[in-house]
């Protein structure tokens, strides 16, 4: 089966510019997520869907980062204004279920976001 | 709180030798653990899972894990190292509770630099 695709893989923006992220999770997989992982670090969880759903952004930065999943399959994560702090690896995960506690997450390349 | 600890940044050994990579958690509640691996430039790759039953889990690779209630640890295991084994390794807990909006949220661990040397 295909993995998850992200793109792109690599972008350099600067600071208080914009940058939107894509990605495509398997097929089939209901819940999809998105991590930050700054270099050093293990990944943090920004927002998890179900289907077209919000389940947890909790840990989202609302001011500057939103995401979407309109029609339940492929997502988009904008940050606008971009900071800094923003530099990091964004990977996006999916999995076939939310309440089936073992499933595993599967991980996309991720796209490495440069601040300038 | 939920929280992963890995105590070693870094675990050099030499190829043919048995490894560990170590791992603690905190969670409250029924602890669901998993190990990750990432390469260079990729995603993470899932290796293996404890959810219930055997505390000896086997994985992909050749890798297993012991989980350990009493010491909170679920310490990742290979007989005999390859240098292909060589890249960053997480450990991951996830809370087993089927309430609350943060059911499947996974806690990372830092990360553990695996070295193997010829």
């Known amino acids: 089966e295909a993995g998850v695709a992200q793109s792109p893989r690599y972008k350099i923006i600067e600071k208080r510019q914009s940058v939107a992220f894509w990605c495509n999770p398997i097929?089939?997989?209901?819940?999809l997520y998105w991590y930050q992982q700054i270099l050093g670090q293990g990944p943090k969880l920004l927002i998890q869907f179900q289907n077209n759903g919000v389940v947890d952004d909790s840990q989202l930065p609302k001011d500057r980062f939103s995401a979407e999943r309109l029609k339940g399959v492929d997502s988009t994560l904008k940050i606008q204004p971009a900071k800094l702090e923003d530099s990091a690896v964004y990977l996006c995960a999916s999995s076939a279920s939310r309440s089936g506690v073992g499933w595993p997450q599967h991980f996309g390349d991720g796209t490495r976001l440069s601040i300038l | 709180a939920q929280s992963v600890a890995q105590p070693e940044d870094q675990v050099n050994v030499a190829e043919g030798n048995p490894l560990t990579v170590k791992c603690t958690y905190s969670?409250?509640?029924?602890?669901?653990l998993f190990w990750y691996v990432q390469y260079p430039n990729r995603g993470l790759q899932f290796l293996l899972k404890?959810?219930?039953?055997?505390?000896l889990v086997k994985g992909s690779y050749g890798f297993e894990a012991e989980f350990n209630k009493s010491q909170t640890s679920f310490h990742l295991k290979k007989p005999s190292a390859l240098v292909s084994d060589s890249a960053l390794y997480f450990c991951a807990v996830r809370v087993g509770s089927d309430r609350g909006s943060t059911l499947g949220r996974l806690y990372f661990g830092r990360g553990t630099q695996l070295t193997v040397w010829p």
């Open positions: 097929s089939g997989h209901a819940t």
């Open positions: 969670v409250s509640g029924n602890p669901y």
């Open positions: 404890y959810i219930t039953g055997d505390n």
